[in-house]
């Protein structure tokens, strides 16, 4: 992959692109001298002259046939041309630029480049946490010693049987494991260097309510706090029926329990949720986020939607819209219905939207998300937070907030496993980029 600069101006933006190209080569790229081999083009401009900012435009000009040929083509803009602020008339005049940088600050190309990676990541990850709540995977003792975060399944099974679902006809009724040994495997993971536990279960919050001898997913939360050298615990999948105020009070009152809650909604209109039988209706899901907001300040909230369920309508579908776009949550893990053998919806109901279809309503959706959650995410612009730091990712530390937002800093010190203060200094809605606090 290859990378062409193109600086204008000072001794200053001559500095700042050697940042980006240094940048770039930290990402594999190497240099060439002509634009039309590159898969990436940086104009690092200079408006301290009118003549300066002409040819600045004259060059972007010039550029839009090469990215009409190439549309992988990433084209920056940078420097004083774009200032500090966002500039929409640049952006609206120039739709072709895929970014635009303020002066000195090689990270909003950086992060656009590694965006779809990060994608890529969080999608695997959220695919490594299904797996193991299904109990289909179990990392070797010698790999869990390197573990920052690590899974503890707590509920195997699902009694809930939602019509799309076949875990229950593959993992049985539901049953939770008994507290000492949830509570023994979370010590034995902190003696290996854990400090982040994840507790999973299809419907977490309905912990112990196969066993009256057992606690309530709250009480657990209070014994794992206990757990000296543990520091952070989170739980998923919730579902909305069961998501007590007991349970929403222990997060809130608990400081090892992150403030960030999964949810499904799974739809936003009531046909369709009878159609899937969740058990609740679209008002009841939105005062439920409401009363998870009051009763955890700062919370982040993740749901799921499935798009494209038997006999889901254009109305229908926008109602699910309508509920993403007012909710404004963090995270929407997006689905496009697939019958799976065996279940209700396979057996009983038509698959009757169409595949291009599916794919329309789940784009719109995604486009939304990634407007929301590219806001939500802009608020910790500035902002100190403290991240925990799982690993090395291509030169930069990958961590993640209380809200579980992804975070990277660059550093050269060991951070793996420790609690660090960042101030963030970039955001997008996938991840955010910040520096340590000295
Ligand atoms: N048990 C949790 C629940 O449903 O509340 C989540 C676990 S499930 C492995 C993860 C997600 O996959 C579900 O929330 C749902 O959005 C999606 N999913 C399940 N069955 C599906 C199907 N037949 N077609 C499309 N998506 C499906």
């Known amino acids: 992959m290859k990378y062409h600069i193109w600086t204008e101006g000072c001794q200053m933006n001559v500095a700042d692109?050697?940042?980006?190209?240094?940048?770039?080569?930290?990402?594999?790229?190497?240099?060439?001298?002509?634009?039309?081999?590159?898969?990436?083009i940086v104009l690092n401009t200079c408006v301290v002259r009118q003549?300066?900012?002409?040819?600045?435009?004259?060059?972007?000009?010039?550029?839009?046939?090469?990215?009409?040929?190439?549309?992988?083509?990433?084209?920056?803009?940078?420097?004083?041309?774009?200032?500090?602020?966002?500039?929409?008339a640049l952006r609206k005049r120039f739709p072709f630029v895929d970014?635009?940088?303020?002066?000195?600050?090689?990270?909003?190309?950086v992060a656009f480049l590694t965006q779809s990676e990060v994608r890529e990541m969080e999608e695997s990850a959220t695919a490594t946490r299904y797996a193991?709540?299904?109990?289909?995977?179990?990392l070797p003792e010698a790999e869990r010693g390197k573990l920052v975060s690590a899974h503890i399944p707590v509920v195997y099974g699902c009694s809930h049987a939602c019509t799309y679902c076949i875990i229950p006809y593959r993992r049985g009724i539901e049953r939770s494991r008994p507290p000492e040994d949830i509570l023994a495997e979370a010590r034995a993971l902190v003696r290996q260097g854990v400090k982040e536990i994840?507790?999973?279960?299809?419907?977490?919050?309905?912990?112990?309510?196969?066993?009256?001898?057992?606690?309530?997913?709250?009480?657990?939360?209070?014994?794992?706090?206990?757990?000296?050298?543990?520091?952070?615990?989170?739980?998923?999948?919730?579902?909305?029926?069961w998501m007590t105020d007991e349970l929403l009070?222990?997060?809130?009152?608990?400081?090892?329990?992150?403030?960030?809650?999964?949810?499904?909604?799974?739809?936003?209109?009531?046909?369709?949720?009878?159609?899937?039988?969740?058990?609740?209706?679209?008002?009841?899901?939105?005062?439920?986020?409401?009363?998870?907001?009051?009763r955890i300040p700062g919370v982040s909230i993740a749901t799921d939607i499935i798009v494209g369920f038997p006999g889901e309508t254009e109305e229908q579908f926008m109602n699910t819209y309508r509920l993403l776009e007012d909710l404004r949550l963090d995270v929407a893990h997006l689905a496009r219905y697939s019958p799976r053998p065996g279940t209700v919806s396979a057996r009983r109901m038509k698959d009757d939207v169409p595949e291009e279809e599916k794919m329309r309503r789940f784009r719109m959706l995604e486009e939304?998300?990634?407007?929301?959650?590219?806001?939500?995410?802009?608020?910790?612009?500035?902002?100190?937070?403290?991240?925990?730091?799982?690993?090395?990712v291509k030169q930069r530390w990958k961590g993640r907030t209380p809200t579980n937002k992804l975070v990277f800093v660059e550093?050269?010190?060991?951070?793996?496993?420790?609690?660090?203060?960042?101030?963030?200094?970039?955001?997008?809605p996938w991840s955010m980029i910040g520096s340590l606090k000295k």
């Open 17 to 40: 692109s050697q940042r980006v190209a240094s940048a770039l080569e930290h990402l594999g790229y190497s240099v060439t001298p002509k634009p039309e081999e590159a898969d990436v």
């Open 51 to 88: 003549s300066a900012e002409d040819k600045a435009y004259g060059r972007l000009n010039s550029l839009r046939p090469l990215k009409e040929k190439n549309p992988h083509l990433v084209i920056n803009l940078m420097g004083c041309l774009v200032g500090i602020r966002n500039n929409d």
């Open 99 to 109: 970014v635009f940088s303020p002066p000195s600050d090689p990270s909003p190309l």
């Open 132 to 138: 193991y709540m299904d109990g289909d995977l179990v």
């Open 198 to 241: 994840t507790l999973l279960g299809q419907i977490v919050d309905r912990y112990g309510k196969d066993n009256p001898a057992y606690p309530t997913l709250a009480g657990l939360l209070i014994r794992l706090s206990e757990i000296e050298g543990l520091e952070r615990i989170r739980f998923l999948t919730s579902h909305p029926n």
């Open 249 to 294: 009070d222990a997060v809130a009152s608990l400081p090892k329990v992150m403030p960030h809650i999964e949810v499904p909604a799974q739809a936003g209109d009531d046909t369709v949720l009878e159609n899937m039988k969740r058990g609740y209706t679209a008002e009841q899901y939105r005062a439920l986020i409401a009363r998870i907001r009051e």
């Open 368 to 392: 939304l998300q990634e407007r929301i959650v590219g806001e939500i995410n802009a608020r910790y612009l500035g902002e100190n937070v403290p991240v925990l730091f799982e690993e090395k």
């Open 411 to 428: 550093s050269e010190e060991d951070l793996r496993g420790q609690i660090r203060e960042v101030k963030i200094t970039w955001t997008g």
